[in-house]
C-alpha cells in the first residue's frame, strides 16, 4: 500500500512538525508550500493522502481539494487543517471534499490518530505486510526476516516496501527511479538502482547469486516474488 502523505503548509515551522510526526511514525512524506506547487507534487508523486492547510497563497486549500476532487485519482484521502473551528467551517471543508477536519493547535498525537482513522476508513491503512516469512512495518520502518530484525537504509526500505506493495508485478527501473530520485538524471540512477537492488539481495535472500525474492525480468526490470 502506498503511504507516501503530501502536506501542504505555507509556514515552513509547521510544515516541518507535521512532517517530523508523520517520518518519525514510518509514513514517506512529501511538501509543498503553496496551492499550485500541490497540484504538481500531487500528480508527481500520487499520494494517499494529503493534509492540506486551508490559508495558503497563489489557491486557498478548498480550492486544491476542489481540485483534486475533479481528477481522475480522486481517491485519496484529504484532512484539511485550520484555525477556523466553526461548525460552519467544518462543514464547508467537508461539503468541498475533505475526508476530515482537523483545528490548529493540534497534539501531535491527535494529529496521528486522525491520518491513521482517515487511513482504516478508506482501506489504506498498513501496519505490515508480510511475505514467505518476510516483513516490513511501514509505520515503524522495520523489516523482519523470519523475526530476525534487519538493518536497512532509507533507500533500501524505500524499494523494498514498493517491491512488497506490488507482489508478482514487473517493475521497470524507471518506476523505481522515480520512487527514489524523482529528479535525478536516468543514465546515471540505473545503475545506482542495481547497486541498491544487489545490496538488498544480500540482506533478504538466502543466496544472493540465485535470488527467489527480488528477481531480474531481463529487458523489463524487476519482480518481488510473492507465492
Known amino acids: 500500500m502506498n503511504q507516501t502523505i503530501l502536506v501542504v503548509e505555507d509556514d515552513p515551522v509547521n510544515r516541518k512538525l507535521v512532517k517530523n510526526i508523520l517520518l518519525e511514525n514510518g509514513y514517506f512524506v512529501v511538501e509543498a508550500a503553496d496551492g499550485e506547487e500541490a ?23 478548498e480550492e486544491v481539494c476542489q481540485w483534486v476532487r475533479k481528477q481522475e485519482r480522486n481517491e485519496v484521502s484529504i484532512i484539511m487543517l485550520s484555525a477556523k473551528a466553526s461548525t460552519e ?86 518506476d523505481l527511479i522515480n520512487q527514489l530520485y524523482p529528479f535525478a538524471d536516468q543514465t546515471v540512477m540505473d545503475r545506482t538502482i542495481d547497486a541498491h537492488i544487489k545490496k538488498l539481495r544480500k540482506k533478504i535472500e538466502v543466496d544472493s547469486s540465485h535470488p527467489k525474492r527480488i528477481q531480474t525480468v531481463r529487458g523489463m526490470g524487476y519482480r518481488f516474488v510473492a507465492e
Request: with cysteine.
Open 39 to 61: 497540484k504538481e507534487v500531487f500528480l508527481r508523486e500520487h499520494p494517499c493522502m494529503i493534509i492540506l492547510d486551508l490559508m495558503l497563497p497563489k489557491l486557498s486549500g
Open 89 to 174: 467551517d467544518r462543514i464547508n471543508g467537508l461539503r468541498l471534499g475533505a475526508d476530515d477536519y482537523l483545528v490548529k493547535p493540534f497534539d501531535p498525537e491527535e494529529l496521528l490518530a486522525h491520518v491513521e482513522a482517515v487511513l482504516r476508513r478508506t482501506g489504506q491503512f498498513c501496519q505490515k505486510i508480510i511475505h514467505d516469512g518476510l516483513c516490513i512495518k511501514p509505520r515503524k520502518g522495520e523489516v523482519l526476516l523470519f523475526d530476525k530484525k534487519l538493518t536497512l537504509t532509507k533507500h533500501e526500505f524505500q524499494l523494498l516496501f514498493y517491491f512488497m506493495e506490488n507482489p508478482n508485478v514487473v517493475v521497470t527501473r524507471e
